[in-house]
């Protein structure tokens, strides 16, 4: 499989270290290492070689292109171009992004409601998406992420129902989930990824400069976004958890973050209520400056603000995830209603910017990097 080199000369993994990953910017969204092997990921991106990019005479050995770089989601870029790329001309809103129909909605499966985070539209939608036969493109899966047991979370591609409901539900620590798309290049044809608003941006980007160089029908990706207002370290917030909510992490059955607070489940049973913004010592300088909060570049963005609770607000973006929440009505797959509070969205991205702002003059101040996305 042969790529088309990108016009623009990019700098590469010194320049990804620099800039975005050892000045606190890096959300592990895993997008740095779509196209190269040489990324492994820890608590952060790391060169499983660190002479592997460069030669002695500093000549990059991936030649000109670093595509680390370019994927990165916390890199500058024109968010406009791409937008017009996927979506072509349409109504755009400075808070929500560009945007075909707007909805409420849940899903009408009890099994998959029981096990979702809010009215499990996402899994739905995938389900349907994967199984039925008159779906076109024939979608062979989906990249998800599951609990690799105590909420540590996992990519995994999942197929079949079972595999798709086992991975329902918010886990709300951060994984390096784009990387995996590497893995099924070559075998899978057309797949869905979901995503928070870096993961979906990143996988959008190596989209955008890269597989659009590739054959019609080689790989097709269609991409489902999930709000995201912040998200924490694993380990540490796991720890955290246990120190401040004197409970094991294993007697959590599910975890959600509403009105300013982490709400712990045990067998459906709400057991603790804690302030999130304890917490806030944990979250990421990127996704303070992240205000990304409706994965603004994913085909359906889907969330719970601005639905009433146990439904899902639902931004869809792009013809062809248009064309699946159609079917899945037509199908009575999900109910869904129109009536979306639009202005809970806003007042959320009034706080996004805000904090954003904070962020960035003070990276200025420094003299650190700040990504310009426009
Ligand atoms: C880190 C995080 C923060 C979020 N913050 C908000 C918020 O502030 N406001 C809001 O309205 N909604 C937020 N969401 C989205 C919300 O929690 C639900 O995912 C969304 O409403 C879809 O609900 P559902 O019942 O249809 O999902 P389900 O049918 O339960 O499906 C959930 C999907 O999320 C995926 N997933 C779970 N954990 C992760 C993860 N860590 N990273 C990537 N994918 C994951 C699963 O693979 C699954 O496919 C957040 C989600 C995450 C992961
Ligand atoms: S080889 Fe290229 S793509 Fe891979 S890490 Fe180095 S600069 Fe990035
Ligand atoms: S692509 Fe993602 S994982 Fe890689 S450096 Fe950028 S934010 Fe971090
Ligand atoms: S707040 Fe932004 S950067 Fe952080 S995880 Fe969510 S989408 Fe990614």
């Not at 790391?46 to 990059?60: A, I, Q, R």
Request: aromatic share 8%; glycine share 8%.
């Amino acid at each position: 499989m042969s790529f088309a080199p990108l016009i623009e000369r990019s700098p590469g993994f010194g320049e990804l270290r620099n800039s975005i990953i050892d000045t606190g910017l890096c959300s592990l969204c895993g997008s740095c290492s779509l196209l190269c092997e040489r990324i492994d990921y820890g608590e952060m991106p790391f060169l499983k070689d660190e002479v592997s990019c460069v030669t002695l005479t500093g000549v990059k050995k991936c030649g000109t292109h670093g595509c680390c770089f370019d994927n990165c989601p916390m890199t500058s870029f024109s968010k406009k171009e791409v937008e017009f790329a996927f979506f072509g001309e349409g109504s755009t809103d400075l808070d929500i992004g560009s945007y075909r129909k707007i909805l409420s909605a849940r899903s009408t499966n009890e099994r998959i409601l029981k096990k979702a985070q809010n009215g499990g539209t996402v899994t739905s939608l995938l389900n349907f998406a994967i199984q039925d036969q008159s779906i076109d493109p024939k979608y062979t899966g989906a990249i998800v992420t599951r609990s690799g047991g105590s909420w540590n979370p996992l990519p995994t591609f999942a197929s079949t129902s079972e595999n798709l409901i086992e991975s329902a539900g918010s886990i709300y620590s951060r994984l390096p989930l784009a990387g995996e798309i590497r893995r099924l290049l070559r075998d899978k044809r057309s797949i869905i990824f979901v995503g928070t608003g870096c993961q979906t941006t990143g996988v959008r980007l190596y989209q955008y400069n890269f597989l659009k160089n590739l054959p019609e029908g080689a790989f097709h990706l269609l991409e489902i976004g999930l709000f995201c207002y912040e998200n924490f370290p694993y380990a540490q917030f796991r720890n955290a958890i246990e120190d401040r909510c004197k409970i094991s992490i294993d007697a959590i059955t599910k975890m959600n973050v509403e009105k300013g607070k982490l709400v712990l489940y045990a067998q459906d049973k709400e057991i603790i209520e804690y302030p999130i913004r304890e917490f806030e010592s944990l979250v990421s300088e990127g996704c303070k400056l992240c205000t990304n909060f409706t994965a603004e570049l994913a085909d359906i963005s889907i969330g719970s603000l601005g639905s009433k609770i146990g439904y899902n607000t639902l931004i869809i973006r792009s013809e062809e995830g248009l064309e699946l929440v159609e079917k899945a009505e037509d199908n009575n797959i999900i109910e869904t209603s129109t009536g979306v509070s639009i202005e809970e969205i806003r007042k959320i991205m009034v706080r996004k910017r805000k904090m954003s702002e904070i962020i960035t003059t003070k990276r200025l101040a420094n003299g650190q990097y700040v990504p310009k996305i426009d």
